[in-house]
Structure formats: C-alpha cells, structure tokens
C-alpha cells in the first residue's frame, strides 16, 4: 500500500462543533505531517509527528489539536474554529523527517460557516 | 528560517515546447529539493527531487537541475502536453521540514 488516506473528503463545521480529520497510511513511515492549504498558496506546514512524538508545531493556535494514537494514524481535533479556517487540510507521511519523500494525502475540504 | 522564492507565477506555453521553473532558497544547510505538481482539487504529487550531493537529475521529459553556489534550482519539462497543465511547487529541506515556494501556474495549450 503506496497511499496516505484522509477522511472525510468534506467538512462542513459550524463555529461551536467539535469535529477530527483522519489521517492513515500503511507504507512503515516514522514522520507525519498535518498542511493547510489556501486556495492558489502554497501548503503551509502545521504539525509534524516523528516516532509518534510531536516535533514540530508551527505556533498553530490551541483550536487546532493533533494526536498521533500509533505509528500509522495522525488524526487533528477541531474546536471553535473560525471562518478563516476554512481550507484544505493535507496529511502527508514520510520515511523520517530528514531528507525523504513526503507523500500526500487528497486532503479534508473543511468549511467553517 | 527557510525562505523558498519561485518564478515565474504564471506560465503559458504551446503543446510542444519547453517550460522552465526557477527557485531559489537562503539557507544553505537545505539539502533535499523536491518539486511537486497539483492539478486543480488534487493532492500534490512529488514529480522529482534532487539532493544536494548532486547537480541534475533527469527522468523522461522531467529534469532538475541545481547550484548549490548560487542556491538556486530549475524544473525543465520538455515537449510539454495539455495534461502537465497544473500547479508546480518547488520546496527546499531544512532541518525537520520542508518550506515550499509560492508555486507556477503552468498552462499547455494545444
């Protein structure tokens, strides 16, 4: 299995849900990662996981949580999150954190209304 | 921090000939250098990468090439077609993490 999945495909929250985006792959990778992606921007690093460890948050604000349960799932909690928000959420996996190939997966769609 | 800068933003040429991307990074310590293609509503998908132990690295009508003297590097897709129509990010690798550029726009027509 060459894929990194991601559910669901389309979130739409209102500011007051609580909602998880889903994130699994099955190729052994130690690294994991959550991006938010604006339309026409480039994707903006969020959270990177290695070994299950949290390395990396990129000063996310706390309405944004991440848990990495084993080495194949990275899930990111929602909670009171605002309009601006809203954008496609990619998870994508790598062998280790330096120097590998990260994979994507087709993103979570998320509306914030 | 990484600073990744990409040109053009916009690139329109005709079926058949050849495009070049440009980037260019500030940290020197940056070693692994991958460019990714997003057609629109997709997932980015790695296309080619190159490493900082080598100069050019070429697969089909794809080719990389990098001067790590200059830190900068180039995407070179010859006899393009319609479908290499999409969104091009270059991205250089720190420490821990990849920081990509702003992305080209390329447009193939036929």
């Known amino acids: 299995d060459t894929e990194v999945t991601q559910t669901p495909k389309h979130l739409v929250m209102g500011m007051t849900n609580k909602k998880s985006l889903k994130c699994e792959q099955h190729?052994?990778?130690?690294?994991m990662y959550w991006y938010k992606q604006k339309a026409k921007k480039p994707p903006e690093l969020m959270f990177v996981?290695?070994?299950?460890?949290?390395?990396i948050n990129e000063s996310v604000p706390s309405r944004f949580s991440p848990e990495c349960p084993n080495s194949s799932l990275l899930n990111l909690h929602l909670h009171a999150l605002q309009p601006e928000d809203s954008a496609l959420y990619l998870c994508?996996?790598?062998?280790?954190?330096?120097?590998?190939?990260?994979?994507f997966g087709p993103g979570t769609r998320l509306t914030v209304t | 921090g990484e600073n990744v800068e990409q040109h053009p933003s916009t690139l329109s040429v005709q079926e058949g000939d050849s495009a070049v991307i440009k980037c260019t990074y500030s940290d020197s310590a940056s070693n692994y250098f991958p460019w990714y293609k997003q057609e629109l509503g997709k997932r980015p998908q790695l296309i080619i990468d190159i490493r900082s132990n080598v100069g050019e690295k070429k697969d089909q009508r794809i080719a990389v090439t990098l001067n790590k003297t200059a830190k900068h590097f180039s995407l070179h897709i010859t006899e393009t077609q319609p479908e290499d129509s999409a969104v091009y990010f270059c991205a250089a690798h720190g420490f821990q993490k990849l920081v990509f550029g702003t992305g080209t726009r390329l447009l193939v027509s036929p």
């Open positions: 190729m052994g990778h130690r690294a």
């Open positions: 996981y290695s070994y299950e460890k949290l390395s």
């Open positions: 994508a996996s790598s062998q280790a954190t330096a120097l590998y190939e990260q994979y």
